[in-house]
């Protein structure tokens, strides 16, 4: 019998703890329970420092999938909750979800989402991650795929969209040999909370507005997923934001050439 449900976790107290170097997580999905971490250990992706291997920057300059932006947080979180052949339980129980929903609507929340076209030639979600942003800090939560290379590129755009709008600090919380092939770095807890200190403020701009200069090149035809009709738009959107519109480059050439240029 499971135990009731209790209530989201306030807004306020979820940013409160990401401010002091704290996050929740839950022993398995059918807790109501969380506990508060702080790593000794502290993961982080410079943004001028990603790895970027050859097949990943072909993938990306190809345009395998559309990437879009808080167009399905919900269906990211719990796509990043199902069991995985290595890792069949989950430290993000409905609780957790329901708190960050929360986050999201409060705006502190985001997910980055890849597209596919399934058979019928529509969208479907392949991949993402979704992660925490306060002040120019961005937090990682976690990342999923249901083909290969999709939370990477993923995560290449996070990175680039982050440079972009003026973000100082992307946290990975714990460390694995995944990130670290893509440039993760790993420092003490106090150096960390130095860090997130020393990126208070707010960045030139959102992580969407961002996303709108990078896919502003999905009008020129490149958005082949089924989400077009909102990508299309985004060229009108990027110039009315003051960054000025992409141009007619693919958007995956635009993130490699921004991501060479920063590292």
Do not use: N
């Amino acid at each position: 019998m499971h135990a009731p449900q209790r209530p989201p976790i306030p807004v306020e107290t979820l940013l409160l703890a990401y401010r002091s170097g704290i996050f929740p997580m839950a022993d398995k999905r059918e807790d109501s329970e969380v506990f508060w971490v702080e790593p000794r250990e502290r993961a982080i992706i410079p943004l001028d420092g990603l790895h970027l291997s050859k097949s990943l920057k072909k993938v990306i300059r190809a345009d395998r999938f559309t990437v879009t932006v808080d167009r399905a947080f919900e269906q990211v979180i719990r796509a990043c909750a199902e069991p995985r052949e290595d890792h069949p339980e989950t430290w993000i129980s409905e609780r957790i979800v329901q708190s960050y929903i929360g986050l999201h609507r409060a705006g502190h929340a985001h997910s980055v989402e890849c597209w596919a076209a399934d058979e019928d030639g529509g969208p479907q979600l392949v991949g993402g991650l979704y992660g925490v942003s306060f002040d120019r800090v961005f937090c990682g939560e976690s990342m999923f795929s249901r083909v290969p290379d999709a939370s990477k590129v993923a995560l290449a755009w996070l990175v680039a969209m982050m440079a972009r709008a003026g973000f100082a600090l992307l946290d990975c919380q714990f460390m694995t040999e995944h990130l670290r092939s893509m440039g993760a770095t790993e420092l003490a807890q106090a150096e960390y909370r130095r860090m997130v200190e020393r990126a208070q403020g707010q960045p030139r701009t959102s992580l969407g507005t961002a996303w709108r200069w990078f896919g502003g090149a999905y009008a020129a035809g490149a958005a082949g997923a089924g989400v077009a009709g909102e990508a299309g738009r985004a060229a009108g959107l990027a110039e009315a934001s003051g960054l000025g519109a992409a141009g007619p480059s693919s958007p995956g050439k635009l993130i490699v050439q921004s991501l060479t240029q920063t590292s």
